[in-house]
């Protein structure tokens, strides 16, 4: 089936740094993929979709110069948290679709990112 | 509004037993797909079963089905005969029609506890 991998699984990181955060299709090229932020015991909300080649499309209240989106390639989408503060610590998780999906064919999610600002 | 309600927080059930998680929708879209999936205290996304907005019958896969009732607006999931690997938390999600194309909302999920 359909692979999606997430790098790292987790990161400690300064307050002040920038972090970078890998999905890879690792079987198909994914034109689309999605990035979602997941506080602790909370649902899944969606940040932006990122298309190959093209900006990425943020979500209303999302801060497109903090969280940099690249899709640079059919298999690689990052995502860069920039002077990374506390509050900035979460779960991040990333979802591909696959080329051929259909309407009621599921994303592919990776593992997951736990992100821990000090 | 496109929204995805889930207002069961926490639920309890024993082995073998079954266990109803609740899911409502709200969209304006003729057309939409639900889905459920399970996410482990591990956090990966494990897709359990899907179900279209035209789909006459209810969607079955294994110990899951899916009880929809278009009419209500609910897409409620059944596990049967729980095991203890089914603890984990429960999202329903739906497919919307979004600025960039179709994407994947979710409810605020039900953590499902099964005991021995």
């Known amino acids: 089936g359909a692979v999606v991998s997430q790098h790292p699984s987790w990161v400690i990181c300064k307050s002040g740094t920038s972090v970078k955060i890998e999905c890879r299709s690792l079987?198909?090229?994914?034109?689309?993929m999605f990035w979602y932020r997941q506080f602790p015991k909370q649902s899944l909300m969606l940040m932006a979709t990122?298309?190959?080649?093209?900006?990425?499309?943020?979500e209303q209240g999302v801060e497109k110069d903090k969280f940099l989106i690249n899709h640079a390639s059919l298999t690689l989408s990052t995502l860069t948290v920039t002077s990374a503060h506390p509050e900035d610590s979460s779960f991040y998780i990333c979802s591909a679709r696959h080329p051929e999906s259909s309407y009621n064919s599921p994303l592919h999610f990776g593992n997951g990112t736990r992100l821990t600002v000090t | 509004a496109q929204k995805i309600t889930q207002t069961q927080p926490g639920m309890f059930v024993q082995e073998k037993e079954a266990v109803t998680l609740d899911c409502t929708y709200d969209t304006s879209d003729p057309s939409y797909g639900l889905f459920w999936y399970k996410q482990p205290s591990s956090g990966e996304m494990i897709f359990l079963i899907y179900?279209?907005?035209?789909?006459?019958q209810n969607a079955t896969e294994g110990r899951y089905s899916l009880n929809f009732q278009k009419a209500r607006k609910s897409a409620n999931l059944v596990i049967s005969a729980s095991q203890l690997g089914d603890s984990a938390m429960y999202f329903c999600?739906?497919?919307?029609?979004?600025?960039?194309?179709?994407?994947?909302?979710f409810g605020k999920g039900t953590t499902l506890s099964v005991s021995s």
């Open positions: 079987d198909f090229q994914a034109t689309t």
């Open positions: 999600a739906m497919r919307v029609h979004h600025q960039a194309g179709t994407a994947l909302i």
């Open positions: 179900q279209g907005s035209y789909d006459q």
């Open positions: 990122s298309n190959e080649g093209s900006k990425a499309t943020y």
